[in-house]
């Protein structure tokens, strides 16, 4: 089992597959990128707790393992800056859930801070593949199925910094505005399908991602503890994706009030 107690997830009442409590899931499968910590893991759980049986994919291994163990559902380890990794994992997901999923949450993401001076090619590459590519590929992979079923949810992880400029965040900011610009593409391109797509746009998040760059002694960036919490970024996914079929919700940011 994942020990939460100490985890942001913790500070929420997400606990997990077994928990009680209406299961509006239950039949459902989804698909969760970026869910070996922070956010996406957090919305796995959630996402659980509301009865869908869910894949989850990251590179990492073990916390996936972990967290099948925790949550039931299917561990897709592999990178997915590498496209024949995602496809490969897309793959592995149809033939554990038995087809597309009914939902799929593209959360895995990277996030580097250097000036428009200082950024190299690499990190422009890998918040490209990462940010963008690997989301697209994840979206265009599954999108077909949905489509002839005339169902499924959507769900990107863009950020505050997809529509916001912040100093330092050059190549992540073309990212998150490279993705809202693929969504606002999707969204014309699936009217009328019965698919719906939601961008979700948080502000700073508390998660690992943080950890290289320590906010808390830099007084140009918000303490961890005035950042929203990956439960309740979860939480917002787990209100889009159990809207009323044939509502949609485009965009979602979320802020501290
Ligand atoms: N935290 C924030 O303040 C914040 C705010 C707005 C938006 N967001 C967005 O939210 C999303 C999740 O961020 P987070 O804060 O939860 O970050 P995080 O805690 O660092 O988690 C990132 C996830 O992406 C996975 N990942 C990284 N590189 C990968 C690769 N090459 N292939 C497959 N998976 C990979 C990581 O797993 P492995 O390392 O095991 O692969 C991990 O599961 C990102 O898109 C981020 O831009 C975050």
Same mark, same amino acid.
């Given at each position: 089992?994942?020990?939460?107690?100490?985890?942001?997830?913790?500070?929420?009442?997400?606990?997990?597959?077994?928990?009680?409590?209406?299961?509006?899931?239950?039949?459902?499968?989804?698909?969760?990128?970026?869910?070996?910590?922070?956010?996406?893991?957090?919305?796995?759980?959630?996402?659980?707790?509301?009865?869908?049986?869910? #894949?989850?994919? /990251? $590179?990492?291994?073990?916390? &996936?393992?972990?967290?099948?163990?925790?949550? +039931?559902?299917? @561990?897709? %380890? =592999?990178?997915?800056?590498?496209?024949?990794?995602?496809?490969?994992?897309?793959?592995?997901?149809?033939?554990?859930?038995?087809?597309?999923?009914?939902?799929?949450?593209?959360?895995?993401?990277?996030?580097?801070?250097?000036?428009?001076?200082?950024?190299?090619?690499?990190?422009?590459?890998?918040?490209?593949?990462?940010?963008?590519?690997?989301?697209?590929?994840?979206?265009?992979?599954?999108?077909? #199925?949905?489509? /002839? $079923?005339?169902?499924?949810? &959507?769900?990107?992880?863009?950020?505050?910094? +997809?529509?916001? @400029?912040? %100093? =330092?965040?050059?190549?992540?900011?073309?990212?998150?505005?490279?993705?809202?610009?693929?969504?606002?593409?999707?969204?014309?391109?699936?009217?009328?399908?019965?698919?719906?797509?939601?961008?979700?746009?948080?502000?700073?998040?508390?998660?690992?991602?943080?950890?290289?760059?320590?906010?808390?002694?830099?007084?140009?960036?918000?303490?961890?503890?005035?950042?929203?919490?990956?439960?309740?970024?979860?939480?917002?996914?787990?209100?889009?994706?159990?809207?009323?079929?044939?509502?949609?919700?485009?965009?979602?940011?979320?802020?501290?009030?």
């Amino acid at each position: 089992m994942v020990d939460a107690t100490n985890s942001a997830e913790a500070t929420s009442s997400v606990s997990g597959a077994g928990s009680a409590g209406p299961k509006p899931l239950a039949g459902q499968s989804a698909l969760v990128t970026g869910a070996s910590r922070g956010i996406g893991a957090a919305v796995a759980r959630d996402l659980a707790r509301l009865g869908a049986r869910v #894949g989850v994919a /990251a $590179r990492s291994e073990a916390p &996936l393992r972990e967290l099948t163990a925790e949550l +039931g559902g299917w @561990a897709l %380890p =592999g990178d997915l800056t590498d496209p024949d990794g995602v496809a490969q994992m897309l793959r592995r997901f149809r033939e554990a859930a038995g087809g597309e999923p009914d939902i799929l949450v593209t959360s895995a993401g990277v996030f580097t801070i250097a000036s428009v001076e200082a950024t190299s090619a690499e990190e422009l590459d890998l918040n490209w593949a990462l940010n963008v590519r690997a989301s697209v590929l994840c979206v265009q992979g599954v999108l077909a #199925g949905m489509k /002839a $079923r005339g169902s499924g949810t &959507l769900v990107q992880v863009g950020s505050v910094a +997809g529509r916001k @400029a912040f %100093p =330092g965040n050059g190549a992540y900011s073309a990212s998150k505005f490279g993705i809202r610009g693929f969504h606002e593409v999707l969204l014309e391109e699936i009217r009328g399908t019965g698919v719906r797509a939601t961008l979700l746009e948080p502000a700073a998040t508390d998660t690992p991602i943080w950890d290289p760059i320590d906010p808390d002694n830099d007084p140009h960036l918000p303490p961890r503890a005035a950042m929203l919490r990956p439960a309740e970024v979860a939480e917002a996914v787990s209100f889009v994706v159990t809207r009323p079929a044939g509502v949609q919700i485009p965009f979602l940011p979320i802020e501290r009030s």
